[in-house]
């Protein structure tokens, strides 16, 4: 199956808390996983990604962490601020496989 | 940086009309993707390209088709558009293959009325 399933669809939190934002796969051919990032009016842009030969990434406030045996991965956003609302998509794919599956988005509200 | 421009950025047109929404990169990465964007659905792919001439579909194809004549140019036509296409339209190109890694235009926000 190709599904990757991301909850929760909405998310509010207060500066400073640590936003999490989870997503689930089905197909074990997928072996990258990208985050990407949507502010209102814009085209998704590229945050970070993961390969599943590790359990854990870091860039800057967010954190990427994955578990194989589970299939599934989260976006952890530290110390969020107001700047990071958006909507993020999580997404996969395989190497060789051109197609990238999406997740459904979340949509983060980061109130002061 | 890659470039990719869109165009038109808005539209609004009628039931039955055909529509063509352009694609125009100024690097000459081999794939390029036309995604749609709908409340609830988040983006799912309508047809890809891996070369001048050379398409294939994605999860959500039918009611549209691609043309690739030119590397830097990928068209998406709605032959005769439908409300169900009301959607926000994102090319992509794929930076870095087998990774997943695209860049997204700006989209294009079509109504059919």
């Known amino acids: 199956q190709q599904q990757v399933k991301q909850s929760p669809q909405s998310l509010i939190v207060q500066k400073g808390g640590i936003p999490i934002i989870n997503c689930a796969y089905e197909?074990?051919?997928?072996?990258?996983f990208p985050w990407y990032q949507q502010f209102p009016g814009k085209g998704p842009a590229l945050l970070i990604a993961?390969?599943?030969?590790?359990s854990e990434k870091k860039e800057g406030r967010f954190t990427i962490s994955f578990n194989k045996s589970a299939k599934q991965f989260s976006l952890h956003i530290m110390d969020s601020q107001p700047g990071d609302s958006a909507t993020y998509f999580c997404?996969?794919?395989?190497?060789?496989?051109?197609?990238?599956?999406f997740g459904t988005g979340t949509k983060l509200q980061v109130i002061p | 940086d890659a470039g990719i421009t869109q165009s038109p950025r808005h539209k609004v047109t009628e039931t039955g009309t055909p529509v063509t929404l352009r694609c125009h990169q100024t690097?000459?990465?081999?794939?390029m993707y036309w995604y749609r964007q709908d409340p609830g659905h988040g983006l799912r792919l309508i047809h890809y390209?891996?070369?001048?001439?050379?398409?294939d579909k994605g999860e959500v194809s039918d009611g549209y088709s691609v043309s690739r004549s030119k590397t830097e140019d990928f068209l998406l036509t709605l032959e005769s558009a439908t409300s169900s296409q009301t959607s926000v339209y994102f090319c992509?190109?794929?930076?870095?293959?087998?990774?997943?890694?695209?860049?997204f235009g700006e989209g294009s926000r079509l109504t059919v009325l």
């Open positions: 992509a190109i794929s930076v870095r293959q087998g990774t997943g890694e695209l860049f």
């Open positions: 197909n074990t051919a997928f072996d990258y």
């Open positions: 993961i390969r599943p030969d590790v």
């Open positions: 997404a996969a794919t395989a190497e060789g496989y051109q197609k990238v599956t």
């Open positions: 690097e000459n990465h081999r794939y």
């Open positions: 390209s891996y070369g001048v001439k050379d398409t």
